[in-house]
């Protein structure tokens, strides 16, 4: 699991974002993004961009939690809550798990705990030859 958590702490673009991974266990992570005026759009809303790369973020990390390499095949984002500033948490769980792929749904919450968006992905999981 520390090595899975040195990669992500790692990620360049999660740094620039402020993001900051707070667990990973088997199948599971949880990080952290405060919005900053960096992170808002032309509207003033926290950027989709933004808020996506964290759920992606979480993902990786939770994906990554098992042995092997796990590589997105597809993912999803939809939003229920614009913000403007505030501590967004992302938290990643394994729903499906085969020998080859595997699903994940991150729930991201604003600071008062509500749900704004949840990120859907699945991995190929790449045995280690």
Do not use: P
Not at 73 to 78: A, D, K
Request: net charge neutral.
């Amino acid at each position: 699991m520390n090595e899975i958590k040195n990669i992500v702490q790692k990620d360049s673009f999660a740094q620039y974002l402020g993001i900051k991974i707070l667990s990973i266990g088997e199948g599971t992570a949880a990080a952290e993004m405060t919005i900053t005026k960096d992170h808002l759009n032309g509207a003033g809303t926290a950027h989709g961009g933004a808020i996506f790369s964290l759920g992606d973020t979480v993902f990786g990390a939770a994906s990554n939690s098992r042995e092997g390499l796990a590589l997105a095949i597809n993912v999803s984002i939809s939003f229920f809550k614009a913000i403007t500033e505030g501590k967004l948490t992302a938290v990643a769980e394994e729903i499906s798990l085969h020998r080859k792929l595997a699903t994940y749904v991150v729930r991201i919450f604003d600071d008062t705990s509500t749900v704004i968006a949840l990120f859907q992905g699945t991995v190929y999981r790449k045995e280690i030859k």
